[in-house]
């Protein structure tokens, strides 16, 4: 199965270390979402950009470790969405996002370039 990790999760970021036994398959862009800064992470929702994506091939244990990472709180939801590299998880935020300031490049290792 492939995962798309768009934040802390994609290579060199603070939380890269929990994909160390995945495999890296490409980059992709996917239009039609959002991206806004929760500060140490992103927050991805259905809306009119897009965003800049590492997808891996994973194993279904790295799948239930991402899935207790990103669930605590219940934060995010995982939906399965098409990309170059085939049909992939997604994890989507499911909280409120007024207030929190739009990462408009969609690109989270570019926000700080980003910020107006």
Do not use: F
Request: aromatic fraction near 12%; include cysteine; proline fraction near 3%.
């Amino acid at each position: 199965m492939r995962i798309i990790v768009y934040g802390s999760l994609r290579r060199k970021q603070g939380n890269s270390h929990w994909m160390t036994n995945a495999q890296w398959v490409g980059n992709c862009q996917l239009a039609g979402y959002e991206m806004y800064d929760l500060g140490h992470y992103p927050a991805v929702v259905h809306g009119e950009g897009q965003i800049y994506c590492e997808v891996y091939r994973i194993s279904s244990s790295i799948l239930t470790e991402l899935d207790a990472l990103k669930r605590d709180g219940h934060e995010y939801k995982r939906e399965l969405v098409s990309t170059p590299q085939g049909i992939a998880w997604l994890y989507l935020y499911q909280r409120p996002v007024d207030g929190l300031r739009r990462i408009a490049c969609g690109d989270w290792l570019k926000r700080d370039e980003d910020a107006h």
